[in-house]
């Protein structure tokens, strides 16, 4: 069944009704490994990963309205940030259920890390610490823009927030991709499920196009996760 899910997903484009499909799909799934009796550890990423389809999906109706409602949109990109900044965690809680037992301190210090990062990252954002232009990241950045405010790209949207650069204090969005893919590598992880994680980023290399790789990148978690599950 969640094989042909995931059929079903190849023959989508980038689009509201895709969002719209992929946040069914995650959902359905999510119930299955639910009844299962599998651990939260498996199902609940893959429902997170499900909510920013949802996000992504409400997002499309915000930008396809004639009269935008501009303080929904920001509301929208505010919790699109908050939901990148702990996707760290939940890949990592993700994994947890694919390493050796004996690996399990040390993973669990990698969750306690990932909760500090994504504290750091917060703390990036003007809308919960101020930050003037002086100190406001360059648009050379992924994501950095002088507005927070998700906005219509070429192939998908662009996730755009005003964000503190980085210093000696403060991360830059590199942080996200390596808390993601670097630590377990040293914890024996099954090549299996890391791989499924990693074809999402390496298809988002080849087919996207600046700031709308955030939300290409989201957009193929839940399916390469379920490639996995298969």
């Known amino acids: 069944y969640i094989n042909n899910l995931y059929i079903i997903y190849i023959y989508m484009c980038f689009s509201e009704e895709m969002s719209r499909n992929l946040t069914l799909m995650g959902t359905i799934v999510t119930y299955i490994l639910y009844k299962q009796g599998k651990s939260w550890t498996v199902y609940m990423p893959v429902f997170y990963f499900t909510i920013m389809e949802f996000l992504q ?3 499309y109706q915000a930008l ?3 009269k935008q409602n501009k303080k929904w949109k920001k509301l929208l990109t505010i919790i699109i940030f908050i939901h990148i900044a702990l996707q760290p965690l939940m890949t990592n809680i993700w994994y947890s259920n694919y390493i050796p037992k004996n690996m399990t301190d040390s993973m669990n210090l990698i969750l306690k890390l990932c909760v500090v990062v ?4 917060l703390l990036r954002l003007h ?6 232009d002086k100190y406001r990241c360059p648009e050379t950045e992924p994501m950095c823009a002088k507005k927070t405010m ?5 192939k998908h949207m662009k ?3 005003r964000m503190r650069a980085p210093n000696h204090v403060v991360p830059s969005v590199f942080i996200h991709f390596f ?3 670097i630590p377990v590598l040293f914890l024996k992880i099954n090549p299996l499920y890391y791989l499924s994680i990693f074809l999402g ?9 600046g700031n709308e790789i955030p939300a290409i990148w989201c957009t193929f978690s839940v399916p390469t996760m379920l490639i996995s599950l298969l």
């Not at 809308?127 to 003037?132: L, Y």
């Open 57 to 59: 999906y409400l997002s």
């Open 64 to 66: 396809e309205e004639k």
């Open 118 to 121: 994504a504290f750091f990252m």
């Open 127 to 132: 809308e919960f610490v101020e930050v003037n």
């Open 150 to 154: 998700i906005k219509q790209g070429i």
């Open 159 to 161: 996730y755009l927030f």
């Open 179 to 181: 808390f993601i893919f």
């Open 201 to 209: 980023y390496a298809l988002t290399m080849i087919i996207g196009f």
